[in-house]
């Protein structure tokens, strides 16, 4: 990283899966990304198996090749943060990365994964690009509110 805070945070309502970095977006995030070492994704559904493997073999997949064709690829193989992942692990995934993803999903599940792994101060201290999706985006609220705007 280079002298000084490399905080840079993109905080979306959602993506469009066929053009997911449409409208300059990828050009931005190859502008102000520092290094291309790794990517870090955060699941946004904690609690359904079904959602943890649709951003697994769907939504990650497509968002690194949006990346790569974009020109941003990174050296390390993207890795995915789920229930299941040791904490400690979590948190030095989330400290040497360059770009920590926020999927989402589920906010007060989100958030309530991170704190009970205890990975919340590290992703509020992380000093690199960070995008939130949704959910993801919410987690970095002070407070999280929810309003009916959809079936979900």
Not at 65 to 71: C, D, I, L, M, T
Not at 101 to 120: N, V
């Amino acid at each position: 990283m280079k002298e000084g805070s490399n905080m840079i945070r993109y905080y979306c309502s959602g993506f469009d899966i066929s053009n997911i970095f449409g409208h300059g977006l990828g050009e931005m995030i190859k502008s102000e990304l520092i290094e291309n070492k790794s990517i870090v994704f955060i699941t946004g559904n904690p609690n359904r198996p079904d959602k943890i493997d649709f951003d697994r073999n769907v939504i990650i997949p497509n968002f690194v090749s949006s990346f790569e064709k974009s020109g941003i690829k990174f050296i390390e193989k993207e890795s995915y943060i789920t229930p299941d992942v040791n904490p400690s692990d979590a948190i030095n995934k989330i400290k040497n990365a360059s770009l920590l993803f926020l999927l989402g999903g589920d906010p007060f599940e989100q958030k309530k994964m991170c704190e009970e792994m205890g990975i919340i101060s590290a992703i509020k201290e992380f000093d690199g690009i960070m995008m939130g999706m949704s959910a993801g985006a919410m987690l970095m609220s002070k407070y999280i509110i929810v309003t009916p705007c959809s079936e979900e």
